[in-house]
Antibody
Framework: QVQLQESGPGLVKPSETLSLICIVS????????WSWIRQPPGKGLEWIGG???????NYNLSLKSRVTMSVDTSKRQVFLRLTSVTTADMAIYYC????????WGQGTLVTVSS | EIVMTQSPATLSVSRGERVTLSCRASQSVSSNLAWYQQKPGQAPRLLIYGASTRATGISARFSGSGSGTEFTLTISSLQSEDFAVYHCQQYNDWPRTFGQGTKVEIK
């Protein structure tokens, strides 16, 4: 079964760009839909956006101007790029699969601080 | 965007009790509704999709119902491992949206 593992810097400076990678194992990355979801400490879940293995994307309008997602099927990796981060972007970031999110990574905590 | 509203925010219950959690959508999401369980320090886990279909490996004491704008998650007899936060989520429209969560705590 598919397993997801997020990786990236735990600390990002304000106004800089956050880049995260989701490594997919155990199943094909193709013919699936991949999303990034975040959760500020002690708060609810926010869908950031998603990408089909073909490369088509959907983004949350609230973040659309700052978000880019991409997929490398050969490396079985899904990427998230979020520009101009602020403290409001501090959260645990999860990689998930499917349109209902049937698989989740363990999440990676991102802190925004100078 | 579709706003998902869960009630109550917190539910205090005893082991063995039957629990009913509610989720309301600001517009119809058909049956494109999922429920997740999240324990402290863990990622959410899918419980229900399609409003009423249990995910693989999920106990039969969890059941979902509803369609359109009103949905319910029922836990038939609460076990110790069921104390957690429960989230609903619609996947009928973009952006995907979640409710704010219902915390089920020990009474």
């Amino acid at each position: 079964q598919v397993q997801l593992q997020e990786s990236g810097p735990g600390l990002v400076k304000p106004s800089e760009t956050l880049s995260l990678i989701c490594i997919v194992s155990g199943d094909s990355i193709s013919d699936n839909y991949w999303s990034w979801i975040r959760q500020p400490p002690g708060k609810g879940l926010e869908w950031i956006g998603g990408i089909h293995y073909s490369g088509s994307t959907n983004y949350n309008l609230s973040l659309k101007s700052r978000v880019t997602m991409s997929v490398d099927t050969s490396k079985r990796q899904v990427f998230l790029r979020l520009t101009s981060v602020t403290t409001a972007d501090m959260a645990i970031y999860y990689c998930t699969s499917g349109h209902w999110f049937d698989r989740w990574g363990q999440g990676t905590l991102v802190t925004v601080s100078s | 965007e579709i706003v998902m509203t869960q009630s109550p925010a917190t539910l205090s219950v005893s082991r063995g009790e039957r629990v009913t959690l509610s989720c309301r959508a600001s517009q119809s999401v058909s049956s494109n509704l999922a429920w997740y369980q999240q324990k402290p320090g863990q990622a959410p886990r899918l419980l229900i999709y399609g409003a009423s279909t249990r995910a693989t490996g999920i106990s039969a004491r969890f059941s979902g119902s509803g369609s359109g704008t009103e949905f319910t998650l029922t836990i038939s007899s609460l076990q110790s491992e069921d104390f957690a936060v429960y989230h609903c989520q619609q996947y009928n429209d973009w952006p995907r949206t979640f409710g704010q969560g219902t915390k089920v705590e020990i009474k």
